[in-house]
C-alpha cells in the first residue's frame, strides 16, 4: 500500500471528480481498498457514491478509536481535547459543506462527501501520531497485517478491518501483484487466499449444472 499524505485537500478532491477513468489520489491514510474502489468505479457517480460511503465508515471507526485511546492516555487533558474535538468536527463538516453548491449537481456532492472522508482519515492520523509521540505505541490496535515479500506495508487503517475486509484485502493484492510473495496476518494468525490463477483453476475444476 502506498500513502500519499502530502496531497492537498483541493487537489485530491479534483483528482476524484476529473479522473473518471484513472485511479484517484489517495491522501492521507486512506485506504488501499478505497483506491481500488474509485479505480474500478469506471467514473460511475453512485459507484463512486458507495466507495465513498465505505471508506467514510471505516476512518469514522478509525478516528474514534484513535480518539478514544489518546484520551485513556491523557486523563489530566481530556477536557482540552474533547473540547478540540467537538471544534474540529465542527469545522469539518463546515469546510466540506463549503464544497457542496446546489448548482453543481452531483459532482459536487461527491466532491464535499470525499472532503468529509479525506479530513476524517487526517484527523484519525493526526490522533494516532500524537498518541505515538507520547511514547505509546499504536501497534497494539492493528489486528490486521500485510507483507509484500516479508516487509510490511499495511497502513494504520488495518487496525480496524473486519476479518472479511482483511480478506479481501488480502485477496485483492494477492491478485494484483502476482509477482510478489503477498503474507496476510490477521489477530495474530497468517492466513491465505487463492491466487488468480488458483482461482481460475478452482472454478474449471467445479463439475457443470445438469441441465
Not at 502530502?6 to 484517484?24: E, M
Not at 478516528?63 to 485511546?69: E, I, M, Q, T, W
Not at 479530513?119 to 498518541?131: I, N
Amino acid at each position: 500500500m502506498i500513502y500519499q499524505r502530502s496531497v492537498t485537500v483541493a487537489v485530491a478532491l479534483a483528482a476524484i471528480v476529473g479522473a473518471a477513468h484513472a485511479s484517484p489520489l489517495t491522501p492521507a491514510d486512506t485506504s488501499n481498498a478505497y483506491a481500488a474502489c474509485m479505480d474500478q468505479s469506471g467514473g460511475v457517480t453512485l459507484a463512486m457514491e458507495d466507495c465513498i460511503s465505505e471508506e467514510f465508515e471505516l476512518q469514522d471507526r478509525r478516528l474514534n478509536r484513535s480518539y478514544k485511546a489518546l484520551m485513556a492516555s491523557i486523563p489530566e487533558r481530556r477536557p482540552e481535547l474533547r473540547d478540540a474535538q467537538r471544534k474540529w468536527i465542527a469545522f469539518r463538516d463546515a469546510n466540506c459543506g463549503f464544497y457542496y453548491d446546489a448548482e453543481g449537481g452531483s459532482a459536487a456532492r461527491l466532491v464535499s462527501k470525499a472532503c468529509v472522508v479525506i479530513l476524517t482519515a487526517d484527523r484519525a492520523h493526526e490522533l494516532e501520531t500524537l498518541k505515538a509521540g507520547m511514547g505509546e505505541t499504536i501497534e497494539e490496535y492493528r489486528c490486521y497485517e500485510l507483507f509484500w515479500d516479508g516487509k510490511r506495508v499495511n497502513g494504520p487503517e488495518a487496525a480496524f478491518y473486519s476479518r472479511q475486509e482483511a480478506r479481501d484485502n488480502c485477496a485483492w493484492n494477492t491478485r494484483t501483484y502476482p509477482r510478489v510473495r503477498v503474507t496476510c496476518i490477521y489477530n495474530g494468525e497468517p492466513f491465505t487466499v487463492p491466487s488468480a490463477a488458483q482461482a481460475s483453476r478452482d472454478l474449471g475444476a467445479r463439475p457443470g449444472r445438469s441441465r
